[in-house]
T-cell receptor, first 112, second 112 residues
C-alpha cells in the first residue's frame, strides 16, 4: 500500500532555532515529492517539488532533501520565525498516477 | 491575480440536502482537483480533471459529482449530504500534474 509517514507529529521550537522534519514513503514507482506549508484555516502552499534525480532543493530558509534509495525526505527550516508556525505536509506521487498520497503533516509551533 | 477562488467559505447543510461547491481559477491551468481534509488524516483526492470535458475519480469519490465545462471552473456537487461529508474541502489547480499546485482557501462544510 502506498503510504507517506511524517515525523514528528508535532514540534515546538524557539524563534531563531533550526529544525528538521522527516518524511518516509513507500510509494512506488516514484514520480515526485512535494512539501507544502499550511497555515491554520488556509489552503496549503507549495514549498518545494523534487523529482527522482534531485537530491536537494531550497526555497529561502526552507531546504528539502530527497534520498530516493531509502525513500526518505527531510525539510530543514533555518533560523525559524514566528510565521513558520504551521502544518508541513509531505506529498508523494506515484509514476503514471494522478492521485497523490499525502502525509498527515507535522505541526510546528515557533515560540518567541 | 485571484489564483484559485472557492465559494462559499462556510456552509451548514441538513442531511439529504444537495449543494454545489464552486471553484474557479484564473491561471489557465489544465489540471484541477478537489480534496477533503479531515482531522488526523492527510488530504484525500475526491475527483480531478486534466482538462475541459475530462474528469476522473480520486480516492474517495462516492457521494460527489464533478463536471468541467470550461478550463476555469470545476464545481463539486454533493448529491445528498451525509454527516460523514462534514469536512474541509480544498480545490487546487496546476499547469500539469506533478507541478506546483495552487490551493484555494477552503470550504468548511458541516452536515447536521
Amino acid at each position: 500500500k502506498n503510504q507517506v509517514e511524517q515525523s514528528p507529529q508535532s514540534l515546538i521550537i524557539l524563534e531563531g532555532k533550526n529544525c528538521t522534519l522527516q518524511c518516509n514513503y513507500t510509494v512506488s514507482p516514484f514520480s515526485n515529492l512535494r512539501w507544502y506549508k499550511q497555515d491554520t484555516g488556509r489552503g496549503p502552499v507549495s514549498l518545494t517539488i523534487m523529482t527522482f534525480s534531485e537530491n536537494t532543493k531550497s526555497n529561502g530558509r526552507y531546504t528539502a532533501t530527497l534520498d530516493a534509495d531509502t525513500k526518505q525526505s527531510s525539510l530543514h527550516i533555518t533560523a525559524s520565525q514566528l510565521s513558520d508556525s504551521a502544518s508541513y505536509i509531505c506529498v508523494v506521487t506515484r509514476w503514471g498516477s494522478y492521485i497523490p498520497t499525502f502525509g498527515r503533516g507535522t505541526s510546528l509551533i515557533v515560540h518567541p | 491575480n485571484a489564483g484559485v477562488t472557492q465559494t462559499p467559505k462556510f456552509q451548514v447543510l441538513k442531511t439529504g440536502q444537495s449543494m454545489t461547491l464552486q471553484c474557479a481559477q484564473d491561471m489557465n491551468h489544465e489540471y484541477m482537483s478537489w480534496y477533503r481534509q479531515d482531522p488526523g488524516m492527510g488530504l484525500r483526492l475526491i475527483h480531478y480533471s486534466v482538462g475541459a470535458g475530462i474528469t476522473d475519480q480520486g480516492e474517495v469519490p462516492n457521494g460527489y459529482n464533478v463536471s468541467r465545462s470550461t478550463t476555469e471552473d470545476f464545481p463539486l456537487r454533493l448529491l445528498s449530504a451525509a454527516p460523514s461529508q462534514t469536512s474541509v474541502y480544498f480545490c487546487a489547480s496546476s499547469s500539469e500534474q506533478g507541478t506546483e499546485a495552487f490551493f484555494g482557501q477552503g470550504t468548511r462544510l458541516t452536515v447536521v
